[in-house]
T-cell receptor
Framework: AQTVTQSQPEMSVQEAETVTLSCTYD???????LFWYKQPPSRQMILVIR??????QNATENRFSVNFQKAAKSFSLKISDSQLGDAAMYFC?????????????FGKGTHLIIQP | DTGVSQDPRHKITKRGQNVTFRCDPI?????LYWYRQTLGQGPEFLTY????????KSRLLSDRFSAERPKGSFSTLEIQRTEQGDSAMYLC????????FGPGTRLTVL
């Protein structure tokens, strides 16, 4: 079974600074997808960014980028120019690329605090 | 279409009662998922449908839990004989590629 580990229960960053959230995963599969989701307080989960394991290029979405290290099974999220609206729980998630195994496996999350 | 919707948003019940939750996916999405999230944890996968077929069930889905998607559109999740350990947020997601989540139903079992 796949596992996802987020070792930082909480991170704090000054507004406009850059922060990196860590995620490691364990799998024996070669074909899979990785995701970062954001869950603001009392609001629904939003997809931030996704990475296909077969792609070497790191995914980027505006101020959000990932550092995907396949051999190390590491998938960190970098948030540049942090804004107050970035405050939320961030979850790293794994999905198998094998047909029929479509559920996401999530880490425990990192609570991101933005200090004004 | 405004996204995935779930009803009710909150449910308080007494131990031993049955509860049913509904999820309406984004209309063009053929896949629908149920997850459970307890306080301080990430969501845990329960089950998923492709159209009306239930294709995957987690070992977390005990025999007290049943999910349906009769016409490949909305889905229901029923919990029979609720226990205090069932208290959680129940999340629904739908997808064509990426999964989009609903706001969840928060269940409290007294």
């Amino acid at each position: 079974a796949q596992t996802v580990t987020q070792s930082q229960p909480e991170m704090s960053v000054q507004e406009a600074e850059t922060v990196t959230l860590s995620c490691t995963y364990d799998t024996s599969e070669s074909d899979y997808y990785l995701f970062w989701y954001k869950q603001p307080p009392s609001r629904q989960m939003i997809l931030v960014i996704r990475q296909e394991a077969y792609k070497q290029q790191n995914a980027t979405e505006n101020r959000f980028s990932v550092n995907f290290q396949k051999a190390a099974k590491s998938f960190s999220l970098k948030i540049s120019d942090s804004q107050l609206g970035d405050a939320a729980m961030y979850f790293c998630a794994y999905r198998s690329g094998m047909g029929g195994a479509d559920g996401l496996t999530f880490g425990k999350g990192t609570h991101l605090i933005i200090q004004p | 279409d405004t996204g995935v919707s779930q009803d009710p948003r909150h449910k308080i019940t007494k131990r031993g009662q049955n509860v049913t939750f509904r999820c309406d996916p984004i209309s063009e999405h053929n896949r629908l998922y149920w997850y459970r999230q307890t306080l301080g944890q990430g969501p845990e996968f329960l089950t998923y449908f492709q159209n009306e077929a239930q294709l995957e069930k987690s070992r977390l889905l005990s025999d007290r839990f049943s999910a349906e998607r009769p016409k490949g559109s909305f889905s229901t999740l029923e919990i029979q004989r609720t226990e205090q350990g069932d208290s959680a947020m129940y999340l629904c997601a739908s997808s064509y590629n990426e999964q989009f989540f609903g706001p969840g139903t928060r269940l409290t079992v007294l």
